[in-house]
């Protein structure tokens, strides 16, 4: 596609359940980033792949959060055991390299 | 510790007035710098960015920001703000090698006045 897609646009879970959160970057862009915002937050950093290399999980939370990249393309976010405090837009970047990050529309997660 | 500072929270301009949003960052090198606009219920959109070169860049919708290594300043301006621009505006950094983590400002949200 065109853009970074993400989905599902909007999400409501009950608390203590696990959640997938997917993301389609730009064909080709090596790079891919997971960012939470929280209301009248800014972005926080939480997991970052590029290319085959290990990924920089050290804005992950806790363990109940995870994320792979299969193939190099398609992300998934997965939040286990679901929390009030995981309530939050969570956006998805991609990028070819050192040039700049391309944002998804984020999915906003709420937890009940 | 690598860090972005947008000191003003909220900033409100009258249609028509130039408009200037601060960005100070604390880095040990100077990094690749950003500037992203957000509209509600959107995702992030790049307005400018800061590689090397000239320092003060061009971006879309009119904005341009300045480069100042002296005071690590970043900051965003617009000489006549239109109603559209309301928004929330987030500053970056980026390092220039090694891991390419963005550090984001906490954001300024912008209201125009007509």
Known sequence: GAGVSQSPSNKVTEKGKDVELRCDPISGHTALYWYRQSLGQGLEFLIYFQGNSAPDKSGLPSDRFSAERTGGSVSTLTIQRTQQEDSAVYLCASSAGHLQAFFGQGTRLTVV | ?114
Do not use: M
Not at chain 2, 9 to 14: A, E
């Open chain 2, 1 to 114: 510790a690598q860090s972005v500072t947008q000191p003003d929270i909220h900033i409100t301009v009258s249609e028509g007035a130039s408009l200037e949003l601060r960005c100070n960052y604390s880095y040990g090198a100077t990094p690749y710098l950003f500037w992203y606009v957000q509209s509600p219920g959107q995702g992030l959109q790049l307005l400018l960015k800061y590689f090397s070169g000239d320092t003060l860049v061009q971006g879309i919708k009119g904005f341009e920001a300045e480069f100042k290594r002296s005071q690590s300043s970043f900051n965003l301006r617009k000489p006549s703000v239109h109603w559209s621009d309301a928004a929330e505006y987030f500053c970056a950094v980026r390092p220039t090698s090694g891991t390419y983590k963005y550090i984001f400002g906490t954001g300024t949200r912008l209201k125009v006045l007509a």
